[in-house]
């Protein structure tokens, strides 16, 4: 029993000092330059773990089932979709704020042929006028410009204005918004798991929708928690991951049964 107790405290020890040098996790005590950095990186490890643990399958069961566009299917496939959001956000060591993630999903999946109009959403945020016309004119780049390159770097270009201009509260909502998107432009762009297997018609998803999304929740929960007193960061992550996977499943959900 005394070398059972003893190794149980040995492995205790060595999870707590991994734990602690593994360090992902992020309080609203905690939101430096380096962590909102971080904060992009860790979005899409969250949209890599979804796909992971549920599309793959998803994918299949549209394939196999033969369910067709069975409403019941579609309310599970919500509900697992979001629990693997939060299961997420607890390995990643992060709070989770339930109540965002499912708005910012359902917000963009629960109708499947509704089309969501990202630029009111920022408009109804409890933003300064300047916060909202930076946001909404990466939209304007994301929408008049082909070029990937070329979105990445007008969009660079915007955000280093808006940091001379916005308060010490909006300049952190807008830092987590831009390191979000930022990286989840390259994710969608780039992306070669959601969607791959599917393109009976060649590349028919819009990566620039998903993506728009992403900007929209990521923007929503970082004003939404800086209103709150929550954290910025936290709020961004969960409001980006909610939105962005509604999106990408409802477009393979249009797709598969239209």
Request: glycine share 8%; charged share 25%; net charge neutral.
């Amino acid at each position: 029993m005394k070398r059972v107790q003893k190794l149980f405290t040995v492995m205790l020890g060595v999870l707590l000092m991994w734990s602690c040098q593994k360090d992902v996790s992020i309080t609203p005590n905690e939101e430096n330059d380096a962590q909102i950095a971080r904060i992009g990186t860790l979005h899409n490890e969250g949209l890599d773990f979804i796909y992971e643990n549920r599309i793959a399958e998803i994918k299949k069961t549209y394939h196999y089932a033969q369910r067709g566009g069975d409403p019941a299917l579609f309310e599970e496939i919500k509900k697992l979709v979001i629990s693997d959001l939060k299961a997420f956000m607890v390995a990643s060591g992060q709070e989770v704020d339930e109540a965002l993630l499912e708005k910012y999903f359902e917000e963009h999946y629960t109708n499947p042929y509704e089309i969501v109009d990202y630029r009111k959403q920022v408009e109804a945020l409890q933003a300064s006028p300047e916060f909202k016309k930076i946001v909404l004119s990466w939209y304007d780049i994301l929408e008049n410009n082909e070029d990937y390159r070329t979105i990445i770097k007008l969009t660079r270009d915007s955000y280093k204005i808006g940091l001379t201009v916005l308060s010490k509260k909006e300049k952190q909502a807008l830092k987590a918004s831009y390191s979000i998107y930022s990286n989840s432009l390259k994710y969608w762009y780039n992306d070669r798991n959601w969607f791959h297997d599917i393109y009976e018609n060649g590349r028919w998803f819009n990566w620039k929708k998903t993506a728009g999304a992403d900007l929209a929740g990521a923007v929503g929960g970082a004003i939404t928690a800086a209103v709150t007193g929550g954290g910025v960061v936290i709020g961004a992550l969960g409001g980006g991951l909610g939105a962005s996977a509604g999106e990408a499943v409802k477009q393979i959900w249009n797709h598969l049964f239209p």
